[in-house]
């Protein structure tokens, strides 16, 4: 039970990067993990938009959608037809509503559709996802040390739970030059220096991703569905040509990696890949916050 609650928590957290968490109206990112060991190289291209529509002075109406794209070069000589799983694709559109409840609090309330799959023979149910987030933000930038602080909580249907999960994410200028945050998906120290940034962190990274025409295996399981779970150190560099617009790279080392076969009840049913490995991430934002 434990085990599976560390599981379900892992994805939803990745699930609820959205722009409650990142802030970000526009993106677009590349990241690599080279073959390792277990015979297999991951490239993910991934895009982003986000569009604030005004209601009045203190809500906001946010619309946005969100695209990956997941390729594997697999040289592993595995016991089924692994080329269902060399094109994944992810699909995201975001609905969100942002409203002031203080001067120093808004509420931020996201609806994602989700479409997750390897699309090999159209679009099919289980390739369907809805998911929720509600939180808080305070964000005091008019302080000493300023600080954002957000709260809430969000339910992520690939999880398998049928109740919400908490969400907590604290940044902090703790001194004109250094920054910290601390949180779910991400937890960083940052030194500034004019337009330059300089990272130590690590993030959590992963995907929940369904199979159409299930995987049969040779104990006679199927693989109904891809997920990959990774906690990545890094260092990483920023320039930003303005406050709310940079561009960005960083490289690591999965500490913890696993991608797995599941069934329909999302049981373990094959292991992909358990091997550690170096991780590259590349790519350009900007930001509201």
């Known amino acids: ?13 990745i699930a609820g990067n959205c722009l409650s968490q990142s802030g970000d109206i526009l993106r677009a990112e590349y990241t690599l993990i080279p073959e390792n060991d277990s015979g297999i190289r991951t490239s993910r291209y991934r895009f982003l938009a986000n569009v604030p529509i005004k209601l009045n002075d203190i809500a906001f109406l946010i619309a946005g959608a969100e695209y990956s794209s997941i390729s594997f070069d697999i040289s592993a000589d595995f016991p089924f037809d692994s080329s269902v799983l060399e ?13 002031k409840l203080h001067e120093d609090w808004r509420f931020i309330g996201i609806v994602t559709p989700r479409l997750a799959s390897n699309f090999v023979e159209g679009l099919q149910g289980d390739d369907f996802r809805l998911n929720f987030t509600a939180t808080v933000l305070s964000d005091r930038k008019d302080v000493e040390k300023p600080y954002r602080l957000l709260v ?21 200028r703790f001194h004109p030059n250094w920054s910290f945050a601390l949180g779910i ?16 962190g690590a993030l959590l ?49 999965s500490l913890t990696q696993k991608g797995i076969l599941r069934d329909d009840q999302r049981n373990n049913v094959f292991l992909l890949n358990n091997e550690g490995n170096i991780y590259f991430r590349t790519g350009f934002k900007i930001a509201i916050f």
């Open 1 to 13: 039970m434990i085990k599976r609650f560390g599981y379900c928590m892992f994805f939803l957290m």
């Open 205 to 253: 990274d992963g995907y929940f991703v369904n199979l159409q025409n299930d995987i049969l295996l040779p104990d006679d399981n199927f693989g109904s569905a891809v997920s990959l779970s990774a906690v990545v150190g890094t260092l990483g560099y920023q320039f930003n040509f303005t406050k709310n617009m940079s561009l960005y790279g960083f490289m690591g080392y």
């Open 152 to 172: 809430g909580l969000s339910f992520n249907s690939a999880t398998g739970l049928p109740f919400p999960l908490p969400v907590v994410s604290y940044q902090r």
């Open 87 to 99: 094109k994944l694709r992810i699909i995201d559109l975001n609905v969100g509503y942002v409203v």
């Open 185 to 200: 998906p991400r937890t960083h120290i940052r030194h500034h220096i004019k337009n330059h940034t300089f990272q130590l």
